[in-house]
């Protein structure tokens, strides 16, 4: 048999070599699957990019965190004072001067941090989904709770606490029927009203005579009135807001058809 020529195979050992030579680094080149490449992929992943149930907890950890703030703290405050004042208020049979001074007390600080609560909320970014619904339950709890005790007491008509307590949940039951359409701020009249039904209140907590406790008849016939107009005025601005929405709505979707 004829032999190979040393050069020609010492030529073909080395372009094997060469080719295996280029083959282990084409190898060492290419990411290996679950190598340095991949796992950096992975971390970035995991790291740079949190998943969606990741992203929840933390969100609700943060609100939950967010609920221990000053606005709310006044709001819980509020609340506590309904059932201290209603203890204070019907002490001692509720005709005893110095227990419903007590009674007026508490009254006025939970009507003042009502003034406070909120305005904090807005300017310092406190707003929580606690505060937006404990703030008008507190607001409502405890001028329901004055009124109901007055009129339990014989000192304020019935009917005047029907017509405010009724007005007072009417709108914030309209209000949530028509928050598909739009918020209706709170006007200037309603915080007129507001206030006025404070003063009134705060004024057949205490115990006056003379011409104080004629006062506060037309401070409360005041209440009663800004009670009535500015409730309809509501509920004007409900109707309005509610046609723009459906025309509105009417609008965007034959644009769509189009």
């Known amino acids: 048999m004829t032999g190979v020529p040393a050069s020609a195979a ?17 190898r060492a080149g290419a990411p290996k699957a679950g190598g340095p490449k991949a796992a950096d992929a992975e971390n ?15 969100a609700a950890a943060v609100n939950q965190a ?48 009502d003034l406070f609560d909120g305005h904090l909320a807005r300017t310092y970014d406190l707003v929580t989904d606690f ?16 009124l109901i005790c007055l009129s339990a007491l014989g000192d304020l008509p019935w009917w005047v606490t029907i017509v ?15 928050i598909r ?11 007129l009203k507001t206030l006025t039904q404070g003063v009134a209140v705060g004024m057949y907590i205490l115990a006056l005579t003379g011409w104080l406790a004629t006062l506060r ?14 409730g309809l005025d509501y509920v004007r601005q409900a109707i309005v807001l509610r046609r723009q929405g459906i025309a509105e709505r ?5 644009e769509t058809e189009a």
């Open 131 to 146: 505060g937006k619904i404990a703030d008008p339950i507190a607001d409502k709890a405890i001028m329901g709770a004055a």
């Open 217 to 230: 008849f037309w401070v409360m016939a005041a209440a009663v009135v800004l009670t009535v107009v500015t």
């Open 250 to 254: 009417k609008a965007a979707l034959e």
């Open 10 to 26: 010492g030529g073909s050992q080395a372009g094997a070599t060469g080719k295996t030579s280029a083959m282990g680094a084409s």
């Open 44 to 58: 970035g992943v995991q790291g740079g990019a949190k998943s969606p149930r990741g992203g929840k907890i933390t």
């Open 66 to 113: 967010s609920v221990w703030n000053i606005a709310n703290l006044l709001t819980m405050l509020r609340l506590v004072l309904v059932p201290a004042f209603v203890a204070l208020m019907l002490a001692d049979g509720g005709y005893d001067p110095a227990w419903r001074s007590f009674a007026w007390a508490a009254f006025a600080i939970a009507m003042i941090t």
């Open 164 to 178: 405010i307590l009724g007005r007072e949940l009417g709108i914030t039951l309209l209000r949530f029927i028509v």
């Open 181 to 191: 359409y739009g918020v209706i701020p709170a006007s200037r009249g309603g915080k």
